[in-house]
C-alpha cells in the first residue's frame, strides 16, 4: 500500500515532520491537529509517533534523539526527509494538505469496494464508512444515550480529582477540572494581578503554569512573586534594601522555587493564537492571560466588541480542545454610583468591559472589588458570579500590599454553613508562611446590612 499513496500524501508528511524536528515552536499546533492514523505510510508514521513520545516526555525532538529511539535503520529516511524540508514556515499549510489528501485517499479506496460490492448489504455498509469519514472532516461526533451512560458509570467508578485555586470558600464550591475557562475580572487597581500570581504560585505546585503577562514587565512580576513566596517586604525589594535577616529566610526556604512549575511569559502585543499556540508547545495545563482586553486581534472586526469577543473565544476553544485549565484575567467597568443611596454599586456580570461574551463564554467567573470603594488598603470581595457545575458565593480577602498576599476571610453567607462562635487559635509559628489559613483568625467583615460573624473552614 506505502508504494501505490499518491506523491503529494508523501510530500505532506515528510514536510511535517521535517518541520517539527527543525522548529520545535510548532510542535504543539502539529501534535494537537494530526493523530498517527493521518500518515498512510507506515516508515512516517514511526517516525511521527517517535517525535510525538518525544515531545510529551519533555525531550528534544531532533534526528538523533529520534533515531535513536526507533533505530539507526531510519537513519537514511530521516536524513532525506530533513534534506528535503528546507524551512517550517508554511508548517500548518502541509498539515491541513495531510489531513485533506489522506481523508481523500481513504474515500477513493471505498469507492472501489463500493464499486466491487456483490451485495446490498456490502454496500450499505461501504456507504455508512464513508459517511462517517465524511463526517468526522468536520470535527464533530455523537454520543448515544446509551454510550454516554457507560460512560458515567466508568467516570463514577473514579476518583474525583478538582483543581483547587487556594481561596478556601471558593474551592468548597467550584467543580473546576483542565478544560475550563475562568475568568477574574476586577476594577483597575484592585488587586486582579496579585491574586492572579498567588494563585499561580499555588497552582505551580501540581500543574505546569505559564502566566502570559501582556501589560506588567516579567522582572517585576519575579519581584512580586518573591515578595509573596518568602514573605518578604516588597518596598524593601524594590528599593534593593534586602538585609541580612530577608537573605537568611531566602536561604531557609529556597526549596519553595524548586516546588514551583511556573513560568512567566512576556506576551506584549501578541495574539490569542500565538498563546495558546505556545502554550501547547510548552505543554501548559493551565494558562492565566493578564489580561484579556489588550490581548492582540488577528483580524481587526468592525467593532471593539466583536474583537473582545473573538479572543475570548479563541481562549475558550482552546482550553475545551487540549484540556488546558484557562484563568483569563478582565476588566470591568469602573464603580457605577446609586444615585438613590449615594453608594457604589458592586459589580455584576453585566460589567465586564467592552464584551458580552465574556461571560456567556466563562465556565466560572469571578469578580473582585474593594469592601471599601475609597480606601484601597480594605479587604477585596471575591465574589463567584457563575459557576456551570456549583452554587454561587463570595469571601473576603484581606490585603496585604507590602507581602504581596491576600489572606482568607469567609464571610457568612447562605452558601456558606460552617460556622464558629469564637475564632480558632493561632500557634507560634517560624515564619508567616508556617501559619495556614484556617489559623488567621477572622475580625468581621463590613457588609451592608449588619455584620457578619467569623467563618472557620473545614
Known amino acids: 500500500m506505502e508504494n501505490q499513496l499518491p506523491k503529494r500524501i508523501y510530500d505532506a508528511a515528510v514536510a511535517v515532520i521535517g518541520s517539527v524536528m527543525i522548529d520545535p515552536s510548532v510542535s504543539g499546533d502539529v501534535f494537537a491537529a494530526l493523530r498517527p492514523s493521518d500518515f498512510l505510510a507506515p516508515t512516517y508514521r514511526t517516525i511521527f509517533e517517535a517525535e510525538q513520545q518525544l515531545f510529551l516526555v519533555g ?95 466508568e467516570r463514577q467508578n473514579q476518583k474525583t480529582e478538582y483543581i483547587h485555586f487556594g481561596v478556601s470558600g471558593i474551592d468548597q464550591l467550584v467543580y473546576a477540572e483542565l478544560g475550563d475557562y475562568v475568568l477574574l475580572g476586577a476594577r483597575p487597581s484592585t488587586g486582579k494581578t496579585m491574586l492572579a500570581l498567588q494563585l499561580a504560585a499555588y497552582l505551580s505546585q501540581t500543574y505546569r503554569v505559564g502566566f502570559f503577562s501582556l501589560e506588567t514587565k516579567d522582572d517585576k512580576l519575579i519581584d512580586r512573586s518573591m515578595a509573596h513566596l518568602f514573605g518578604m517586604s516588597y518596598s524593601k525589594i524594590k528599593r534593593h534594601a534586602l538585609d541580612q ?128 470603594p475609597d480606601n484601597r488598603a480594605s479587604d477585596r470581595v471575591l465574589r463567584l458570579a457563575k459557576n456551570k457545575e456549583g452554587q454561587v458565593g463570595k469571601v473576603a480577602l484581606a490585603f496585604h500590599g507590602d507581602r504581596q498576599t491576600f489572606t482568607e476571610r469567609v464571610i457568612d453567607d447562605n452558601t456558606f454553613r460552617h460556622v464558629s462562635d469564637k475564632p480558632p487559635e493561632v500557634g507560634d509559628p517560624n515564619t508567616w508562611q508556617d501559619v495556614s489559613l484556617d489559623q488567621i483568625p477572622s475580625p468581621e467583615f463590613q457588609k451592608q446590612g449588619g455584620k457578619h460573624a467569623q467563618t472557620q473552614r473545614t
Not at 245 to 260: E, P, V
Not at 262 to 272: D, K, M, N, S, V
Not at 311 to 326: E, G, P, Q
Open 245 to 372: 535577616s530577608d537573605w537568611r529566610m531566602i536561604a531557609t526556604q529556597k526549596g519553595r522555587l524548586t516546588q514551583s512549575n511556573l513560568e512567566i511569559i512576556q506576551a506584549t502585543g501578541r495574539t490569542a493564537e500565538e498563546i495558546a499556540s505556545f502554550a501547547r508547545y510548552k505543554r501548559y495545563q493551565v494558562v492565566i492571560v493578564d489580561y484579556i482586553q489588550i490581548v492582540r486581534t488577528a483580524h481587526k472586526g468592525y467593532s471593539r466588541e466583536n474583537d473582545v469577543a473573538s479572543i475570548s473565544n479563541t481562549l475558550a476553544n482552546f482550553a475545551r480542545d487540549h484540556k488546558v485549565l484557562v484563568l483569563a484575567l478582565a476588566q470591568l467597568t469602573r464603580d457605577q454610583e446609586d444615585q438613590r443611596s449615594k453608594t457604589v454599586r458592586a459589580p455584576t456580570l453585566a460589567s465586564f468591559r467592552e464584551s458580552g461574551a465574556l461571560e456567556q463564554d466563562a465556565d466560572i467567573a469571578m469578580l473582585m472589588y474593594l469592601s471599601e
Open 59 to 153: 525531550k528534544p525532538v531532533d534526528p538523533v534523539a529520534v533515531s535513536a529511539l526507533i533505530g539507526d535503520e531510519y537513519r537514511p529516511v530521516i536524513m532525506d526527509v530533513m534534506d528535503l524540508t528546507p524551512t517550517a514556515a508554511n508548517c500548518m499549510e502541509y498539515v491541513r494538505l495531510l489531513k485533506q489528501e489522506t481523508r481523500l485517499h481513504r474515500l477513493r479506496l471505498l469507492g472501489d469496494k463500493l464499486a466491487n460490492a456483490a451485495t446490498l448489504d456490502e454496500a450499505a455498509s461501504v456507504l455508512e464508512q464513508a459517511g462517517q469519514l465524511s463526517a468526522s472532516s468536520t470535527g464533530m461526533t455523537a454520543l448515544s444515550l446509551q454510550d454516554g451512560f457507560a460512560r458515567f458509570c
